[in-house]
């Protein structure tokens, strides 16, 4: 076979309709072979190439009689001396960095590692044995697709409400998606999926990783599975396991399909990426790419002894985002996602991880100077998880201009004052108004807080009130997994009951925490599922079941039909009103234009809030009043905006409160909107101001103000 030298950049398997140009970089090989299969179950390479090229620090070469559907994989040569950081394995089949499409995936075998494993030695000896029947297989692509007239939504950030999705869970227990479709990336836009996300109401779909993993060895000697996806080890091929046709051409063809069927409904789609750490784990995990590769290149590795890694992710190994050819494969990879797959934007597993340059985590790190000048990636959604598991990573705030970050102060506010802890209602009326503490001082505005309450790591929202404690038994760890942080919400008997006044205080509970989350300033996210009052059964980590424990439920109770559509009129609640997707910070400011502010802070007697009653660790009641007059902003056609006036009642104790409407204009009367503690009926009375209205424990009330005249 004819081998020309091709060149060095792009880095991949790039065909360009006469040939295919491999290029991998590598700083400390000797040497680089391209291995060519001809089919998917081969045990051996059909054909060994040394790339013969070497231009800075990329091997490369070009094959004229190669096309697309090509399998190969690499061995790259170099010294094997663990005790300095490398860990080069010729004898190893190593996955492309770049690699479009995996074609096959890895079986787990002894000869997967690079070591002899059982041997006294551990990782310092090395391992003769070929692993290519085992090793997974990378394939080249023809990247051709007919996007039509596919165009991103763009939904502004104060207009988005964000939906976190498994690919597969979502669909595998829909009874109107065709069987052969459930669980897969075609099953997500099946008409019966689409329909409940649009009259929910979502504007951008969040899915949990899709880049291609692995199961960790672990998982399946349990007979188990990283259902989550947290484990990746392609950064640019979409994950097999979600393709209804078989074959790594199906995944990528679907997985545009599937971008471009939400485009049309005009939803967005964001990705969950896992850029600070990969599947190869800490020293004794196995030689599957990057590893053998280049090690002291792609990972932090010990200052004093580099056979050990850096582990700020908990996962064994953590990228060096030092490197600049590592920056260039994430960088790389995230305008692939854009250009080639049009995603609208990411959420960034353990975001502080990245900004590590050298111990401590610095904002201004490399790694988000590139990204605010890369004209691609700059324009998209970025959304960070803003902690890692390292010494001072809990950063949330932190971010730069641009990011926006799951707030989990916000998780822990709401959670606190809905459980009935005193004392919380200056931290509620702060994460209620934007969480300005937060995001305003480097300039940011209030959509820089993606609102939460909970998401697919920990209890979801039926679970969360509903249990005590975590049941993780199915994971097979005797229940010591998983963080142990929800004693005492007093919703009655734990876990599943048919006692009425249980079931009716717990829906209670998931009607105020998913009506705060809505109405809050900043972004809300909603946990795929809560929607519908899904359950785990008590498990809050359920990362290694795919089963019905995480799978959504589509067949509902009664109960669980009313919850949705409360839901749904929750979410058209706040893209309806403008008071409640503002741009700018409620900071109780009055508008030159009227003299009335944006924002009034209510106590339980119906007066303003006093100093000492912010700070009151028996109070647990407060009342904010939006006004829709008050709005400082303009519509998207340069005109003020102007909406309704809102006031929200919101008691987190047990006991009642009898609340005297207020008098806010003259003629003012109130209509009762919503109640968790009784849904009103179609047809309410509007109650005039100083009216006193009893507001149940445990509930949130919204009036809608109407003036006389009106």
Known sequence: MRVFPGRPYPLGATFDGLGVNFAIFSSNAHSVELCLFDKET?????RRIELPEYTDQVWHGYLPDVGPGQLYGYRVYGPYEPERGLRFNPNKLLVDPYAKAIARPMKWHDAMFGYRRGSRAEDISLDPRNNAAYAPLCA????????????PPRTPWHKTVIYEAHVKGMTMQ????????RGTYAGLVTRPVLRHLKSLGVTAVELLPIHHRINEQFLEDMGLTNYWGYNTLSYFAPDLRFASQSGWAAA????????????SEGIEVILDVVYNHTAEGNHLGPTLSFRGIDNPAYYRLSDTEPRYYKDFTGCGNTLNMQHPRVLQLIMDSLRYWIQEMHVDGFRFDLASSLARELHEVDKLGAFFDIIHQDPVISQTKLIAEPWDLGVGGYQVGNFPVLWTEWNGKYRDSMRSFWKGDGGRVSDLATRFAGSSDLYQEDGRLPHASINFITCHDGFTMSDLVSYNMKHNEANQEDNRDGDNHNLSWNCGVEGETDDPETLMLRARQMRNMMATLLLSMGVPMISGGDEMARTQWGNNNAYCQDNEISWTRWTLTPEEESFLEFTRRMVRLRLNQPVLHRRKFLLGRECQRNGYRDIYWFSASGHLMSDRQWFDPYNHFLGALLDGDAIHE???AGCPLQGDTLLILMNGGADAVSFSLPHHRDGVQWRLIENTADPPPDAVPQLPAGEIFVVSGRSLCIFQMRVASE
């Open 252 to 263: 990528i063809r679907e997985f545009k399909m599937m971008v471009r069927a939400l485009h």
């Open 634 to 636: 303009m519509d998207e």
């Open 42 to 46: 081969a045990t051996r390479e059909s």
């Open 174 to 181: 829909h009874p109107d998606v065709p069987e052969e479709l």
């Open 140 to 151: 080249v692509i023809d990247q051709a697709f007919t996007w039509g007239d596919d165009r």
